[in-house]
């Protein structure tokens, strides 16, 4: 069984410039998670998707924006990139939206913002 | 607050030697504890996890305690090798209604020297 992928590995962009990243979860998973991952500040919670609704944020701005498809993949924003964007970002899924449901993550997409 | 703590921040051990990682969290009412591992270039992944319902939960090398009235849990990790070596993630969740989410910890560095 496939686990969490997303796309892309590696993404370079410039101060300005919006991202796209792209998050496929584990299939029958309806729950998806976006956390940026930053050096030494851990896994900062960004956005939660559940079968196509927003159901929680994190302590982002708004150009931190994303949207949870028919089929439950996923997909997160970013606009205006700052350098401090610069990080991992990482995505998980699970069943359903309980907390008591294990996440699984994916591998990372690396996000470099010159 | 949404505080999970964890301590240390890095740990050395030598192998073959016991490890002991202390997490604190400050929701009362958090009922679902779970450490994640992550190694280099990988997602962090689900070791073992922890229901408020018990106190203690061992999986071989692995094991998890809970005591909620000083709102703390620890990972143990006994026999370790060189393979133990990542970082090492708990989380708890916060807002514990319908669209609570988990909260991780900065994550701590453990290295197992041969």
């Known amino acids: 069984e496939a686990g969490v992928t997303q796309s892309p590995t590696h993404l370079i962009k410039t101060r300005g410039q919006q991202a796209t990243l792209r998050c496929s979860p584990i299939s029958g998973h309806t729950s998806v998670y976006w956390y940026q991952q930053a050096l030494g500040l851990g896994l900062q919670f960004l956005l939660w998707y559940d079968e196509g609704e927003e159901r929680n944020r994190g302590n982002f701005p708004p150009r931190f924006s994303g949207r949870q498809f028919p089929n439950y993949s996923s997909e997160l924003n970013v606009n205006a990139l700052e350098l401090e964007d610069s990080a991992l970002y990482l995505c998980?899924?699970?069943?359903?939206?309980?907390?008591?449901?294990?996440?699984?993550f994916g591998a990372g997409t690396r996000l470099s913002v010159l | 607050g949404e505080n999970v703590e964890q301590h240390p921040s890095t740990l050395s051990v030598q192998e073959g030697d016991s490890a002991v990682i202390k997490c604190t969290y400050s929701?009362?009412?958090?009922?679902?504890f779970p450490w994640y591992k992550q190694e280099l270039g990988k997602g962090p992944q689900l070791i073992i996890d922890?229901?408020?319902?018990?106190g203690e939960k061992k999986d071989q090398r692995i094991a998890v305690t809970l005591n909620k009235t000083a709102k703390h849990f620890s990972l143990h990790i006994t026999e370790t090798q060189p393979e133990d070596s990542a970082v090492y993630f708990c989380?708890?969740?916060?807002?514990?209604?319908?669209?609570?989410?988990?909260?991780f910890g900065k994550g701590i560095t453990l290295s197992v020297r041969p």
């Open positions: 989380a708890a969740p916060v807002d514990t209604g319908a669209n609570s989410k988990l909260t």
């Open positions: 929701d009362s009412a958090s009922n679902y």
């Open positions: 922890i229901r408020s319902n018990v």
């Open positions: 998980a899924s699970s069943l359903g939206f309980s907390t008591k449901n294990i996440q699984y």
